[in-house]
């Protein structure tokens, strides 16, 4: 099997499937080996060392279901690029709603032992703070937001 678009999509929607599922383990494998990824706060998250699984550990244990909406995905031989919307809202004792954006790289990689298939090589995510301000009971022009910008 080669690298395509059809079978991106597929990867994408299983992607999110996997996200709203609770199964670490199966959000987990959709990233590289060597994957990283840039939390909204900045913090950068390695594979290696498990850190994709323990930063999507608690967004699964916490029953968050998440819509997303792929908005842009460009395939370039094995390497593609794909922009997100994702709103979630969390369904633990202190509930919350987040929405904001993801861009994701996506590498086809060759194993011989699962498959080809493609997979996250390296993801960023942008939230939303409006909608979290709001929530708490800030306006953007506020005293808080300014601390926080």
């Known amino acids: 099997m080669e690298p395509s678009t059809s079978n991106l999509e597929w990867a994408v929607e299983h992607y999110h499937r996997s996200l709203n599922s ?26 290696a060392r498990g850190g994709i699984t323990s930063f999507w550990r608690p967004f699964i244990a916490g029953g968050k ?25 969390t369904r633990s004792v202190r509930p919350y709603i987040e929405e904001g954006h993801y861009l994701a790289v996506w590498q086809w990689k060759h194993d011989p032992v699962q498959g080809n298939e493609w997979r996250i090589a390296r993801q960023a995510f942008c939230s939303s703070d409006r909608l979290l301000l709001m929530l708490a009971g800030a306006s953007p022009e506020s005293p808080a937001h300014e601390q926080t910008a």
Do not use: M, N, P
Request: some cysteine; charged content about 25%; aromatic content about 10%.
């Open 22 to 47: 609770t199964d670490v383990s199966r959000v987990a494998q959709v990233y590289t080996i060597d994957a990283q990824l840039i939390c909204t706060d900045g913090t950068l998250i390695d594979k």
């Open 65 to 89: 279901k998440g819509v997303y909406k792929t908005v842009s995905l460009v395939v370039h031989d094995d390497i593609a690029y794909e922009i997100c919307d994702y709103h979630f809202a």
